[in-house]
């Protein structure tokens, strides 16, 4: 379901008109792009990608956040390495280390269930709702009361769609609110680990390499989904089989080249190439620059907290993953805006469309509200963002797990339907996978030092604008030192036994006056927080449904404006099925004034190998790859114009997050590679596309084949995907 928060209209995508190569299309949209997709080289016909059911469609999937894509009539799905590295980590221990030495189920009852809460999602239908939505009586409301009149409808088509059992229905706003789909997938909640190569196969090149070329990070892992015995979704069992999808890719039959048209079919998550100039200069003038700041400090604090202890680099390397990846990409992003017009164009970009407006009293009397009144509320939004942006930095693990489990306490005493969209009973799923995976991602020591050192911090913005629920919370002050801070919490964690699984879960069950009445102190505190954080959840919803009103108007008036020109424009990017196109192409110049040549070898693999102990061991490439590379044993997988095996390649497709693990497809729909990054000069187009600069990066299925095949030896998995 839509989330409806501050943040949604920052989420929510303007238009945008499309460059070559530009545009993160939606299915039904492909056929007005089908002369480009064709003179582009593809053999198919584009009105058959509209159909998401039939190929190839149907057998691209997302795992929430990433994508994945069915390759054999088995259920088993790939994806990129670091999209199932949660899933790796969570199985993993000292005296078994997945995530060090890789994982390869020889036999179907080998394979391990993926961490609580993995799903896959293969999406089987899409119905326009925007009438129901925004229906007379919520087109006339305002504030909180129009923020939760669409979220009754909402309630109300998904309920009715789920009445089909076993899939999960989500309604989504595309162009700021004007329009809705009603998405329905099918969801697979029996997911498991088959495969996944070493560390220095999969995550070869670590952070020093992330969002770099030349690139040579075999960026893959097996998923498989399964089903009940009578082939419907259902919960882990050892009774459970294979799920059959009706459509599963292929691998390529040709070699891929240097120029060959590429399409990647996909859920990315979000980009915001149309915000106003105003948050475009709040969030490089000031948000980005702070997020980056504070994940930094987070970074070196988790390094200095686990070292020495595997134990807790295990339970905190998927929190370090996301971690270290954003805040590369909020660098790389700033970097590439710092001393841009990017602001300017944008400025000038939006006077022309007020120009527009302005320019007869029809326009004007239509969008004129509506473009004012969104300016003066994002202001009043940025204002509440620069007071509470270290929120989820000061608040402790456990507090949010208990506070969540006493929200479903008080949700549950409510009729289904008139619980918090989250908190219904669609959601308990969700909400105990959740709770789950504490087990294997808290580390108290760390935990602990993190929250100190950043309320630290927030104790020491001025008195006036601290929230005195939490300075009360924990008997803290304003201007209080980090160790004193310490002290203080050393007592609320003592004081606290939700860090045992057993006694967590069995809070799920219990209702508000349980709660009331616990001595337990980080259950205290959550009831302690509740009134308030209903206080600032309705403050929120005020603003968000005021926000959507405006905004909506104004992605109108731009809508409007762009069809005036004869522009075709897209929908940004909301996590809903996608397809770019392109070509493999280098670029020249890179971003460090050497021609990027479009694929990189094996050769690359052993020039930037310093082994377990220099650079952090993150270019620590396996012995038994290292012999097979320097023996050249490189089978069917040779490519003679490169005389060795393409590791990565370089595309001119448009992406995102959330395109990781998508297919990159050839001419033929056949599998050629896996999406997984973008070069740190060009994650700036998530705000402003530049096709000179735009380049993505892939794996190259043939370097996932030959590593399987030559170094790994996954044999049941080559057969089953056909692979000779």
Not at 322 to 337: A, R, T
Request: one cysteine or more; proline letters at 4%; glycine letters at 8%.
């Amino acid at each position: 379901m839509t989330r409806f928060s501050l943040s949604l209209l920052a989420t929510a995508a303007l238009a945008a008109t499309a460059h070559a190569d530009e545009g993160m299309w939606m299915p039904k949209q492909l056929p007005q792009i089908a002369k480009s997709l064709k003179a582009g080289g593809l053999t198919m016909d584009p009105a058959k990608l509209k159909d998401l059911t039939e190929f190839p469609m149907g057998a691209v999937v997302s795992l929430g956040g990433c994508t994945a894509s069915f390759v054999s009539p088995q259920g088993l799905a790939v994806t990129n390495h670091h999209c199932a590295y949660g899933s790796i980590q969570y199985n993993s221990k000292p005296d078994r280390d997945l995530l060090k030495n890789g994982f390869y189920a020889a036999t179907l009852a080998d394979e391990l269930p993926a961490a609580p809460g993995s799903r896959m999602w293969v999406t089987v239908d899409l119905k326009d709702v925007s009438a129901e939505i925004l229906n007379a009586k919520t087109l006339a409301l305002t504030g909180k009361a129009r923020t939760d009149a669409i979220e009754a409808t909402e309630k109300t088509l998904v309920a009715a769609c789920e009445a089909d059992s076993g899939h999960r229905c989500n309604v989504y706003a595309f162009f700021g609110g004007l329009q809705y789909q009603l998405i329905k997938q099918l969801e697979i909640r029996d997911v498991r680990l088959v495969h996944a190569p070493a560390t220095g196969v999969g995550l070869f090149g670590g952070d020093a390499d992330n969002w770099v070329w030349p690139r040579h990070t075999g960026d893959y892992s097996y998923y498989r989904a399964y089903v009940g015995p009578d082939g419907k979704p259902a919960d882990f069992s050892k009774d459970n089989k294979p799920y059959q999808p009706r459509h599963h890719l292929k691998m390529a039959s040709s070699p891929l080249n240097s120029g060959d048209f590429v399409m990647v079919a996909g859920y990315p998550g979000r980009t915001n190439r149309h915000r106003l100039p105003t948050e475009v200069d709040f969030a490089f003038g000031w948000q980005q620059p702070a997020q980056a700041k504070a994940m930094g400090e987070a970074i070196d604090l988790i390094k200095a907290e686990t070292a020495g202890r595997r134990d807790g680099e295990i339970k905190m390397a998927a929190r370090m993953q996301g971690l270290q990846n954003y805040y590369k990409n909020l660098q790389g992003q700033q970097q590439s805006y710092d001393g841009s017009d990017i602001l300017a164009r944008k400025t000038a970009e939006f006077d022309k469309l007020k120009a527009w407006v302005n320019g007869s009293p029809e326009r004007k009397a239509r969008y004129g509200a509506d473009v004012a009144a969104t300016e003066s509320l994002l202001a009043e939004r940025q204002a509440i963002a620069r007071a509470e942006y270290l929120g989820s930095f000061i608040t402790p693990s456990l507090l949010n797990s208990a506070r969540q489990l006493y929200l479903v306490a008080q949700e549950r005493a409510k009729p289904d339907a008139e619980r918090k969209s989250g908190y219904q009973d669609r959601d308990l799923p969700r909400l105990r996978a959740a709770q789950q995976q504490l087990d294997r991602r808290y580390d108290e020591q760390t935990d602990k030092r993190l929250v100190a050192h950043f309320m630290a911090q927030y104790l020491a913005q001025p008195a006036n604008t601290l929230n005195p629920a939490w300075v009360d919370l924990f008997g803290l002050k304003a201007g209080q030192d980090e160790a004193s801070i310490r002290a203080q919490l050393d007592k609320v964690y003592a004081g606290s036994k939700l860090s045992d699984s057993a006694f967590r879960m069995g809070w799920l069950d219990k209702d508000a006056a349980a709660f009331k009445a616990s001595d337990d102190a980080f259950i205290k505190a959550a009831v302690a927080l509740y009134d308030d954080d209903r206080r600032l959840e309705n403050r929120d919803k005020e603003l968000a449904g005021k926000l959507q009103k405006a905004y909506a108007g104004t992605q109108q008036a731009l809508i409007d404006y762009h069809a005036s020109r004869g522009e075709a424009v897209y929908a940004d990017a909301n996590s809903t099925l996608r397809i770019s196109y392109g070509k493999v192409e280098g670029r020249n110049p890179g971003s460090d004034g050497s021609t990027w040549t479009p694929f990189t070898t094996l050769r690359g693999i052993v020039a930037k190998h310093r082994g377990p102990d220099e650079a952090g061991g993150e270019f620590n490439a396996p012995a038994e790859q290292l012999a097979a590379i320097k023996a050249r044993n490189f089978g069917k997988y040779y490519v003679k114009s490169l005389d060795s095996v393409p590791v990565n390649f370089l595309s001119t497709l448009d992406t995102t997050g959330g395109n990781s693990g998508s297919p990159v497809l050839n001419k033929n729909a056949e599998l050629v590679g896996l999406l997984f990054d973008g070069t740190l000069d060009a994650v700036i187009s998530d705000w402003d596309f530049n096709p000179k600069m735009v380049r993505s990066i892939s794996l190259d299925a043939r370097y996932m084949l030959w590593q399987m095949s030559t170094v790994d030896k996954t044999t049941r998995l080559l057969d089953e995907m056909g692979v000779k």
